[in-house]
């Protein structure tokens, strides 16, 4: 039973414009979200989360919506950059347990054409 | 800073062996979590480790287990090596407070099972 799905295996956009990333959640007790962009061969590089006390985080050209009674978060990037060109997974904890196990889904493969 | 190292980087085994990866956390950090990253697949939680015992288990047989050292470097073993262990095993250092959820990881070791 996947309790983080990320729904789309890959994502195609054009350098400049706006990639969005989705993912959604079916475990009420995840209440922190992050993403992570992995690149070949590299381990999972932490980009940007939010808590669930918050629907937006901002950092650079990096935004994180989270909209809690649809269960569904997104990454937005803009201008997007051919760098940013990587694997994405979303990633959720619950905050209340005992140990600080992630859930990940199964990843976007983002592709920004220059 | 130093950050998360694991070695070796890659490693051919066959069935029924035995294998021991390690990692070394970033400096400060005192959790080690080890994930297990089959191909199209997001890293699944094997284990956690908190000033060195077990500190949360995912769904993984006996044959997989762990070692956390007083640095807070890490060993994962694994025993009765099986084809479907073949993997990227990832290692992610964290610091165990409230209010930190980030976890940093390394760059993984490719264990391949023939």
């Known amino acids: 039973d996947q309790q983080v799905k990320q729904n789309s295996p890959s994502l195609s956009v054009q350098e400049g414009r706006i990639s969005i990333l989705n993912c959604d959640y079916t475990?009420?007790?995840?209440?922190?979200f992050l993403w992570y962009k992995k690149y070949p061969a590299e381990g999972p590089t932490f980009l940007i989360s939010?808590?669930?006390?918050?629907d937006k985080n901002e950092d650079g050209r990096f935004t994180v919506f989270l909209n809690k009674s649809a269960k569904h978060l997104s990454l937005h990037i803009v201008p997007s950059q051919p760098g940013d060109s990587a694997v994405y997974f979303c990633a959720a904890k619950n905050s209340g347990g005992s140990n600080y196990k992630l859930t990940f889904g199964k990843g976007t493969l983002l592709t920004v054409n220059p | 800073e130093t950050g998360v190292t694991q070695s070796p980087t890659h490693l051919i085994k066959t069935r029924g062996q035995q294998v021991t990866l390690r990692c070394s956390s970033q400096?400060?950090?005192?959790?080690v979590s080890w994930y297990q990253q089959a191909l199209g697949q997001g890293p699944q939680f094997i284990f956690q480790?908190?000033?060195?015992?077990?500190?949360g288990r995912g769904n993984f047989p006996p044959r997989f287990s762990g070692l956390q050292f007083p640095n807070y470097s890490s060993e994962l073993n694994v025993n009765a090596l099986e084809l479907d262990d073949s993997a990227l095993y990832l290692c992610?250092?964290?610091?165990?407070?409230?209010?930190?959820?980030?976890?940093?990881f390394g760059p993984g070791t490719r264990l391949t099972v023939l």
């Open positions: 475990n009420s007790m995840f209440d922190y």
């Open positions: 992610a250092s964290s610091l165990a407070t409230r209010n930190y959820n980030e976890q940093f």
């Open positions: 480790y908190y000033r060195e015992e077990e500190n």
């Open positions: 400096s400060g950090h005192n959790t």
């Open positions: 939010i808590s669930s006390i918050k």
